[in-house]
């Protein structure tokens, strides 16, 4: 069975500094992977996704992942965070052919000005 | 813009009454969701939907009920709101045959 964790509860950084949200997973089969974000009040939105092509997945908003399968890992990165970035971030792992999703317990990222 | 709608976005209410959740979306999906979220945690799937006529309980138990009786319809029921009820639902869908769920913006409900 496929489950995920996220190595970081909250995480703070400062405006214009860099940005690692870190995201482990177990899978029995070639999963798919996901990153979510979710703004106060508001549902969750896809920022970008794995499924088996590249390894290093672009996003939006200048976010990225690189699934690395030795490290069983899918850590989201931002070169330069902004404040608008702040909000919680969900990693998430799918497989088979239900393609049922496991949800990380989420990570807050606070951006300091 | 994904286009699955929650409705109420809010809803406070008193012990025992019979409330329902509406999600819609126009995507044509066949596979809709109901997740849990308590503040600052990670979602529980408490219904899923694999089409019309299908409803299976999810990983956490929940006195609520759902229907499927139309492709973009998919309520979710409770008979009798009790405090332990209060939380945030979100509704998703997706696809089938695809692997990207799709939110709804949510129902934050607060039974007192």
């Known amino acids: 069975a496929q489950s995920v964790t996220q190595l970081d509860s909250h995480v703070s950084v400062s405006e214009g500094t860099p940005v690692l949200l870190r995201c482990n997973y177990s899978?029995?089969?070639?999963?798919?992977l996901f990153w979510y974000v979710q703004h106060p009040n508001k549902g969750l939105q896809l920022l970008l996704k794995?499924?088996?092509?590249?390894?290093l997945v672009k996003g939006i908003n200048g976010f990225e992942a690189e699934f690395k399968k030795s490290e069983t890992s899918f850590h989201l990165t931002k070169p330069s965070a902004h404040m608008s970035d702040a909000a919680e971030y969900f990693c998430?792992?799918?497989?088979?052919?239900?393609?049922?999703?496991?949800f990380g317990a989420g990570t807050r990222l606070t951006v300091k000005p | 813009e994904a286009d699955i709608y929650q409705t109420p976005r809010y809803l406070v209410i008193g012990t025992g009454k019979k409330i329902t959740l509406e999600c819609s979306q126009t995507?044509?999906?066949?596979?809709m969701y109901w997740y849990q979220q308590d503040p600052g945690m990670e979602l529980h799937l408490i219904h899923y939907?694999?089409?019309?006529?299908?409803?299976e309980k999810g990983d956490l138990s929940s006195e609520s009920t759902v229907s499927r009786i139309r492709t973009e319809h998919f309520p979710l029921t409770l008979e009798s709101a009790r405090p332990s009820h209060t939380s945030q639902y979100l509704c998703?869908?997706?696809?089938?045959?695809?692997?990207?769920?799709?939110f709804g913006p949510g129902t934050r409900l607060t039974v007192l």
């Open positions: 998703a869908s997706r696809a089938l045959g695809g692997n990207t769920q799709y």
């Open positions: 899978s029995s089969y070639s999963p798919s």
């Open positions: 794995y499924t088996s092509a590249a390894t």
């Open positions: 998430v792992v799918s497989e088979g052919s239900n393609n049922d999703m496991r």
């Open positions: 995507m044509g999906h066949d596979k």
């Open positions: 939907s694999y089409g019309v006529n299908s409803t």
